[in-house]
C-alpha cells in the first residue's frame, strides 16, 4: 500500500482545512487508516482513526473539531479540520494497517505511512 497525502497549506486561526490521503492498492476498503500529527519539536500524536466499516476515533484534542472519512471508491481518506488553532499546525501523516481491531491510537499499530502534509495556522 502506497499513501499520498495532500491538502496541508497556510491557514488563518478559526479556518478549515481537508485534507486527503490517496492510496493505492487493491486492498485498501479492508484496511483502518489513521491520521497523526507532528508539530516541531515533538513527537508524532494520533488525531483521528477509521476503521474499514466506517468506525471512527479521535483524540481528544481534536473530538468534535476533526472529522474522518472515506471513499473506498475513490481509495480516498479525508480528514476535515475546522476552527483550526495555531496548537494545530504540524505536518500530517496519513498511515494504513491491515487490522480493524487495537487501540487504533499507537503509531507501532500502523503499516504504511504516507510521506506529510503541512499544515501551518496563524494566529
Known amino acids: 500500500v502506497q499513501l499520498q497525502a495532500s491538502g496541508g497549506g497556510l491557514v488563518q486561526a478559526g479556518g478549515s482545512l481537508r485534507l486527503s490521503c490517496a492510496a493505492s492498492g487493491r486492498t485498501f476498503s479492508s484496511y483502518a487508516m489513521g491520521w497523526f500529527r507532528q508539530a516541531p519539536g515533538k513527537e508524532r500524536e494520533f488525531v483521528a482513526a477509521?476503521?474499514?466499516?466506517?468506525?471512527?476515533y479521535y483524540a481528544d484534542s481534536v473530538k468534535g473539531q476533526f472529522t474522518i472519512s472515506r471513499d473506498n471508491a475513490k481509495i480516498t481518506v479525508y480528514l476535515l479540520m475546522n476552527s483550526l488553532k495555531p496548537e494545530d499546525t504540524a505536518v500530517y501523516y496519513c498511515?494504513?494497517?491491515?487490522?480493524?481491531?487495537?487501540?487504533?491510537?499507537?503509531?507501532?499499530?500502523?503499516?504504511?505511512w504516507g510521506q506529510g502534509t503541512l499544515v501551518t495556522v496563524s494566529s
Open positions: 498511515a494504513s494497517k491491515a487490522e480493524n481491531w487495537g487501540t487504533m491510537k499507537r503509531l507501532d499499530e500502523y503499516d504504511y
Open positions: 477509521i476503521t474499514w466499516g466506517g468506525g471512527t
